[in-house]
């Protein structure tokens, strides 16, 4: 367990509906990334957060797609109407930019099946 | 545009046998490379990380190989256990200190550790 949690760990929807995942970082770190996982590759950037400001996103993320991290804390991320391909594993990372090492801690990941 | 190349796909190897595994990249900007040991249903977790100023680094049975002119970097697993199988992704990351330090991931690579 890094201390990055996610929730939910699973989730079935079908193609249309919209979803939300959390994201609750280790306390102290500022930074907090997504990161997208299909099966067989390695997690693809989607955008990060420096405390509360959305500071990048990746062309990955299209317009159906929106993250929020209110207060510096937890962050959410939340897909609308759904399409299959959408279908993957969506992993969260946190880390703090405080110590020059800025090591990166990943959560267990949401797995995202879309039918 | 993949910037991190990975091989091989999978690998087996006979328990207390030498694991490697190599990745090669394009970015001259890189400046942090990490690997990383996923099981399945789990996040990501770093196993070892190097910066180009040196050519090697060892933490117990993991060893980083790292030549920069050539620009690739290669993961030796030594004394390799069952306990070892696991998706072992590098990975890199542009400008350690500054901007948005995503990683970029390779493709992974399946170890399986015979007893």
């Known amino acids: 367990d890094t201390g990055v949690s996610q929730d939910p760990r699973h989730k079935i929807t079908k193609r249309g509906q919209n979803v939300t995942f959390r994201c609750d970082p280790i306390s102290e770190h500022n930074r907090l990334y997504w990161y997208r996982q299909t099966l067989g590759q390695g997690p693809e950037f989607l955008t990060y957060?420096?405390?509360?400001?959305?500071?990048?996103k990746s062309r990955l993320l299209s317009d159906r797609f929106s993250a929020e991290r209110p207060k510096g804390s937890f962050s959410t991320l939340e897909i609308q109407r759904t399409e299959q391909g959408d279908s993957a594993m969506y992993l969260c990372?946190?880390?703090?930019?405080?110590?020059?090492?800025?090591?990166?801690?990943f959560g267990p990941g949401t797995r995202l099946t879309v039918t | 545009q993949q910037q991190v190349k990975q091989s091989p796909q999978s690998l087996i190897v006979q328990k207390g046998g030498i694991s490697i595994i190599n990745c090669a990249y394009e970015n001259t900007a890189f400046d942090y490379f990490p690997w990383y040991q996923q099981f399945p249903g789990k996040g990501p977790a770093l196993l070892i990380a190097?910066?180009?100023?040196?050519s090697e680094k060892k933490e117990g049975r993991f060893t980083i190989s790292f030549n920069k002119s050539a620009k690739q970097f290669s993961l030796h697993i030594m004394d390799s256990q069952p306990g070892d199988s696991a998706t072992y992704f590098c990975?890199?990351?542009?400008?350690?200190?500054?901007?948005?330090?995503?990683?970029?991931f390779g493709t992974g690579t399946l170890l399986a550790v015979q007893p």
């Open positions: 190097i910066r180009p100023d040196v």
């Open positions: 990372a946190s880390s703090f930019t405080g110590t020059g090492n800025m090591r990166e801690y």
């Open positions: 990975a890199a990351r542009e400008g350690y200190g500054g901007a948005t330090n995503k990683l970029i």
């Open positions: 957060f420096q405390n509360e400001a959305q500071l990048e």
